[in-house]
């Protein structure tokens, strides 16, 4: 249900946009995606992906406040869930949504991205497979900024527009690392 809602997200941001947008398809073992339309420019194309991990904020947040009223373990477990996946989630680097959003800031920051995701999936125990598959995933990106291939929405792209994406995207992190911070904290006292 968290990646649907997730993905659901991304569908109606599509939608708001007037772009077409296929439902959510699920890929096992990975995840999902919901395809639709390219955005005429890249900050749309950032809010899209910001999309899908608000509306993971939003859901978290549900879960813990019935947690918080009910004093009931299960929801702060579904809050701390809801949290952490789109938190991951929020990695910047592509395939990720972050990735998608840092794209639209300064795609170089991918690399950076890519060495947090290698640090996390160490320290989470995250099986090499599962690591490569991601990082194959995000390599034809990757590789297009180390060459400097450039998305031509990038040259529309105004400083504001960078300053608001980049503050959405803290402003998500920031949010998501709360509630599962104040989940985990409930669930074990």
């Known amino acids: 249900l ?35 339309a390219a955005p005429p420019d890249l900050e749309q194309d950032a809010y899209i992906a910001l999309a899908g991990p608000l509306v993971g904020l939003g859901l978290a947040a549900v879960c813990y406040t019935i947690g918080e009223t009910a004093q009931d373990r299960f929801w702060f477990a579904c ?14 680097m592509p395939p990720f949504d972050g990735g ?57 792209m105004t400083f504001a527009a960078r300053v608001r994406v980049s503050l959405w995207y803290l402003g998500t992190v920031l949010g998501l690392f709360f509630v599962m911070a104040q989940s985990q904290s409930n669930a074990t006292a």
């Open 2 to 36: 968290v990646l649907l809602a997730h993905e659901l997200g991304h569908y109606f941001a599509f939608r708001a946009y007037g772009l077409p947008a296929r439902l959510p398809a699920s890929v096992p073992l990975l995840g999902a995606f919901t395809a639709g």
């Open 79 to 92: 809050a701390s869930l809801a949290s952490f996946l789109n938190l991951f989630n929020m990695i910047p």
């Open 100 to 156: 998608r959003i840092i794209g639209a800031l300064w795609p170089p920051l991918w690399f950076v991205g890519f060495a947090l995701f290698v640090v996390f999936a160490v320290v989470m125990h995250v099986p090499i497979l599962f690591v490569a598959i991601i990082g194959l995933l995000g390599l034809p990106s990757m590789i297009s900024a180390w060459r400097g291939n450039v998305d031509p929405r990038a040259q529309n």
